[in-house]
């Protein structure tokens, strides 16, 4: 019935004349403006849509405006907008100019755009065709995909900072805007975490929840793509942490790179006899990186000792309500599924109730060991109070450090995959005796990209990552399921021995190293 009533009064004559759509109009023709001087409409193209904000109607249902195509951008009045409802039908047009001015026609954008406020529940959406957004899809031809790690404005971009991999999905171009709809849709829903698909020798379309979401992160990615650029003009690298000189498989730094890494008794290409070129090494910490013992008697116990006054000292936040959130699902599926050590969280009782159920099944979880993304979530906010108050260091095996920086040197790109969350992970690298070890590491996956037992997980690894083979990836663990996955997904791997980790299956078939020297 509201969702009735709410269709209702949003197709009504006085709302559709009301101020909250005259504003939203008013709102993209200065946006228009503003982007035209930043060369991002000129020549009528590019073009932007805003959702009516309206407390009172469910985002899903608010009134869609969008700015007319073939339309001088920086000329454009309120009058000019066309308001659409969700499924696309035109409620409101403007009225014909006279000559030299075209008939009024809603954007050629607008399948795009409808397509972006359908799967990403957006607020606005912007389409540029800045020259930056252009011409970075033309560094590489054949890339699907544009990468950018180890910059200031990546923390911009929503779910991104400083140390994370900026990966931005590029799609074919074609004759009319239209046709893209689809790849579109394709390339929004295989990465999930993107707010922005670029199109190539075109430009970009970029989302957010709001107009303001969408401008900042627009004005975030031209930015990137302008340093890219210029990176790109001085050989250097904007991919790698370091930003160093681009290195060219097949080429004279590439035979360089082989004898280097010959004399260091290691080789650049793949032992899994498929004949391709390493370009990643994926590593697990536990047995891999690190001591098993450190995370099993200093994490863990960190976290089940400060649990209770974590939750105390930060209840009310916005983080660990949502925490709090995260684990009552998990718990309740716990419940169903009759998992030891699972209580009831009462979610309508009071602080110290629920504070109370929260700290009893956390401890349950830390002491089964449970490979979840609520317990790892939570762990790793706790664990980030303990490296600012420097409770805690992040240790590594000796050989780590070298080896991490050898590979980064060599334009082999470094990953960390392990169960403990990207924020737990970044926590470790960042604080060691070492220093700050995450400028050799381009990126981090956790178990929201799935468990590391599972096949998929690494599937979903290497299209991440954009090779042209699994078999470009190495990847590195101690444990002999995880090891299978991997190999399954088409990947190299090389398992860990190190002191303290599990035995090995007699047959196990894979190579082994006792130090990252040997890889």
């Not at 020259?131 to 995909?145: A, D, Q, R, W």
């Not at 379309?205 to 107009?211: A, H, K, L, Q, T």
């Not at 032992?271 to 008697?297: H, M, W, Y």
């Not at 604080?431 to 590391?452: E, P």
Request: proline share 5%; aromatic share 8%; with cysteine.
């Amino acid at each position: 019935m509201d969702a009735i009533n709410g269709a209702a009064k949003t197709t009504s004559h006085a709302y559709l004349e009301g101020s909250k759509v005259k504003e939203t109009k008013a709102l993209i023709a200065e946006l228009c403006r503003h982007f035209y001087h930043l060369g991002w409409v000129s020549g009528t193209g590019g073009s932007i849509t805003i959702k009516v904000h309206d407390d009172a109607i469910p985002k899903p249902q608010q009134l869609i405006v969008m700015s007319p195509s073939g339309v001088q951008k920086e000329r454009m009045m309120e009058e000019d907008m066309y308001v659409l409802s969700t499924d696309g039908t035109v409620l409101s047009e403007p009225l014909s100019k006279p000559w030299p001015n075209k008939p009024p026609k809603c954007s050629d954008c607008g399948p795009l755009f409808l397509k972006a406020y359908e799967l990403r529940n957006a607020g606005a959406v912007i389409h540029s065709h800045g020259m930056e957004s252009c011409l970075v899809t033309m560094l590489n031809p054949s890339s699907k995909e544009f990468r950018i790690t180890h910059m200031e404005m990546i923390k911009g971009i929503l779910g991104h900072g400083y140390y994370d991999e900026l990966v931005i999905p590029i799609i074919e171009n074609t004759a009319h805007e239209r046709e893209l709809t689809e790849s579109l849709a394709i390339a929004i829903e295989a990465y999930p975490k993107t707010t922005a698909v670029l199109v190539r020798n075109h430009g970009i379309y970029v989302w957010g929840d709001s107009w303001i979401s969408a401008k900042t992160q627009a004005e975030c990615y031209h930015y990137l793509f302008d340093a890219a650029i210029k990176l790109h003009q001085l050989g250097l690298d904007w991919s790698t942490p370091s930003h160093g000189p681009i290195h060219h498989p097949g080429g004279g730094q590439s035979s360089l790179r082989n004898a280097e890494l010959s004399a260091n008794g290691g080789t650049l290409s793949s032992n899994s006899g498929s004949g391709q070129p390493r370009k990643c090494i994926v590593l697990d910490i536990e047995g891999t990186t690190t001591p098993i013992s450190f995370v099993a008697d200093v994490l863990f116990p960190y976290a089940r000792e400060n649990i209770e006054k974590h939750l105390v000292l930060t209840y009310d936040t916005a983080e660990t309500q949502d925490d709090i959130k995260l684990l009552c699902a998990q718990v309740d599926e716990d419940l169903k599924n009759g998992v030891a050590g699972a209580v009831p969280i009462p979610v309508d009782g009071g602080k110290e109730e629920i504070t109370g159920a929260v700290v009893a099944n956390v401890r349950a979880m830390i002491t089964a060991d449970r490979k979840i993304t609520a317990l790892k979530q939570l762990q790793g906010h706790i664990w980030r109070t303990g490296f600012l108050n420097h409770e805690l260091e992040g240790v590594v095996f000796d050989d780590v450090p070298k080896a991490l920086e050898k590979w980064h040197s060599l334009g082999i790109k470094g990953y960390i995959y392990s169960s403990g969350s990207r924020l737990a992970q970044k926590l470790l690298f960042g604080n060691t005796k070492y220093g700050d070890l995450r400028k050799y590491l381009c990126g981090f996956f956790d178990t929201t990209i799935g468990n590391k037992k599972e096949t998929s997980s690494y599937v979903h690894i290497t299209e991440t990552l954009g090779v042209d083979n699994p078999s470009e990836i190495l990847f590195l663990t101690d444990v002999y399921a995880e090891a299978t996955a991997a190999k399954a997904a088409g990947m190299e791997v090389i398992v860990s021995i190190r002191a303290g980790n599990g035995p090995l299956p007699e047959s196990h078939g894979f190579r082994t190293v006792e130090s990252f020297s040997e890889v």
